[in-house]
Nanobody, 115 residues
Framework: QVQLVGSGGGLVQPGGSLRLSCAAS????????MGWYRQAPGKQRELVAT???????NYANSVKGRFTISRDNANNTVYLQMNSLKPEDTAVYFC?????????WGPGTQVTVSS
């Protein structure tokens, strides 16, 4: 099992940066494909980025070149560095752990990009 707690959201101006963190507990982190998803008001939850335990990453086209996902397996933490933020990045961001096909979700953290 994996339990997830995300942090680092907040209000930022367009063009600014934020780093989200997601701390995992339980025994499955090192075997999990970790990911970040987001859900804007009135929209479906969408993939932002994923990172396998082998280091393979995948990004939504809308965030490529601006967001970077990374993980610290020694500390059971996954990060999402978000740069050049745009108003359309405003959403609740969720971290997720895919452990052998079962997805564990964190509670979500609000990111608001506004001037």
């Amino acid at each position: 099992q994996v339990q997830l707690v995300g942090s680092g959201g907040g209000l930022v101006q367009p063009g600014g940066s934020l780093r989200l963190s997601c701390a995992a507990s339980g025994s499955g982190f090192s075997n999990s494909v970790m990911g970040w998803y987001r859900q804007a008001p009135g929209k479906q939850r969408e993939l932002v980025a994923t990172l396998s335990n082998g280091g393979s990453s995948n990004y939504a086209n809308s965030v490529k070149g601006r967001f970077t996902i990374s993980r610290d397996n020694a500390n059971n933490t996954v990060y999402l560095q978000m740069n050049s933020l745009k108003p359309e990045d405003t959403a609740v961001y969720f971290c997720a752990a895919n452990l052998f096909g079962y997805i564990y979700w964190g509670p979500g953290t609000q990111v608001t990009v506004s001037s």
